[in-house]
């Protein structure tokens, strides 16, 4: 017994063998434990439906991370090593990462929460801080959106998870509104039968819900009227436009008169 001691106590490398046994063993537990809590880890995730693959990968890594720092610490304190001064100088190298990768950090957080929560996916139509387009990307840092006028826009997630965002795509339809303005003199009826006139001459247009003409606003020289529709996000613009011009040659062949802000000026003679 006394022998097998003083073998354990002999020094390699400024550590006794004993230590250095102990320390080799620790890893050995350690790798399998954190090889065991990988596969419990993964297959708890692999059971939320709503966690998507690419955000799976993402914490599985982190805490593979954290798992094998952890490991190191324990297995350095088990061969005899001081920790103290180790755990204190990774948690100022932590700190210093934090501070200098602070908008890196937010972005990745930002993703983590768009990715996680799902307010929009690819090839959904959004709008955010004045932005308007198609989601062609998503990654940890930002977004991509291509805008209608061919512009790609790289929006930071650390924003976008913060702001108002409108998706015209989560119901697969989207309401084109316009507003136009009528003669007093014209009967109420017949600018509502010119609006839908134009309507139905528009492409694209949904017949369900049905087309809304309503009488909205009484204007100091005329009356204002909003035609409502719908139409599939794809066709919006299209149909936005086609509209425009359908009721000036609607109210044009009804004989309305799509009226504007003017001042008669009358000279009286004495």
């Given at each position: 017994?006394?022998?097998?001691?003083?073998?354990?106590?002999?020094?390699?490398?400024?550590?006794?063998?004993?230590?250095?046994?102990?320390?080799?063993?620790?890893?050995?537990?350690?790798?399998?434990?954190?090889?065991?809590?990988?596969?419990?880890?993964?297959?708890?995730?692999?059971?939320?439906?709503?966690?998507?693959?690419?955000?799976?990968?993402?914490?599985?890594?982190?805490?593979?991370?954290?798992?094998?720092?952890?490991?190191?610490?324990?297995?350095?304190?088990?061969?005899?090593?001081?920790?103290?001064?180790?755990?204190?100088?990774?948690?100022?190298?932590?700190?210093?990462?934090?501070?200098?990768?602070?908008?890196?950090?937010g972005n990745v957080a930002g993703g983590l929460v768009i990715l996680s929560s799902r307010p929009f996916g690819i090839g959904d139509v959004i709008e955010?801080?004045?932005?308007?387009?198609?989601?062609?990307?998503?990654?940890?840092?930002?977004?991509?959106?291509?805008?209608?006028?061919?512009?790609?826009?790289?929006?930071?997630?650390?924003?976008?998870?913060?702001?108002?965002?409108?998706?015209?795509?989560?119901?697969?339809?989207?309401?084109?509104?316009?507003?136009?303005?009528?003669?007093?003199?014209?009967?109420?009826?017949?600018?509502?039968?010119?609006?839908?006139?134009?309507?139905?001459?528009?492409?694209?247009?949904?017949?369900?819900?049905?087309?809304?003409?309503?009488?909205?606003?009484?204007?100091?020289?005329?009356?204002?009227?909003?035609?409502?529709?719908?139409?599939?996000?794809?066709?919006?613009?299209?149909?936005?436009?086609?509209?425009?011009?359908?009721?000036?040659?609607?109210?044009?062949?009804?004989?309305?008169?799509?009226?504007?802000?003017?001042?008669?000026?009358?000279?009286?003679?004495?």
């Open positions: 017994m006394g022998n097998i001691t003083d073998i354990l106590k002999t020094s390699l490398g400024g550590y006794s063998l004993g230590n250095i046994l102990s320390a080799i063993v620790t890893l050995l537990v350690c790798l399998v434990a954190v090889r065991l809590l990988m596969k419990l880890v993964t297959k708890l995730m692999g059971r939320a439906r709503r966690i998507n693959d690419r955000l799976q990968k993402i914490v599985l890594s982190a805490i593979k991370a954290v798992l094998y720092v952890l490991t190191v610490i324990i297995t350095a304190e088990a061969l005899g090593v001081n920790t103290t001064s180790l755990t204190a100088i990774m948690s100022v190298l932590t700190l210093g990462i934090t501070l200098a990768a602070e908008d890196i950090l955010t801080a004045g932005t308007e387009g198609t989601v062609r990307e998503i990654t940890l840092n930002h977004t991509k959106i291509e805008t209608y006028d061919g512009q790609i826009i790289m929006q930071p997630n650390k924003e976008l998870s913060s702001s108002r965002i409108i998706n015209y795509s989560t119901l697969g339809r989207r309401r084109v509104v316009r507003t136009v303005t009528a003669s007093y003199d014209a009967p109420t009826e017949a600018v509502k039968a010119a609006c839908l006139e134009a309507v139905a001459a528009t492409p694209k247009v949904l017949s369900d819900p049905a087309p809304d003409i309503s009488l909205t606003t009484y204007g100091s020289s005329s009356i204002e009227y909003t035609v409502r529709c719908w139409t599939a996000v794809d066709d919006y613009w299209g149909a936005y436009h086609a509209l425009n011009e359908n009721l000036r040659s609607a109210f044009e062949r009804n004989g309305v008169e799509m009226t504007y802000d003017h001042l008669n000026v009358h000279v009286m003679e004495k």
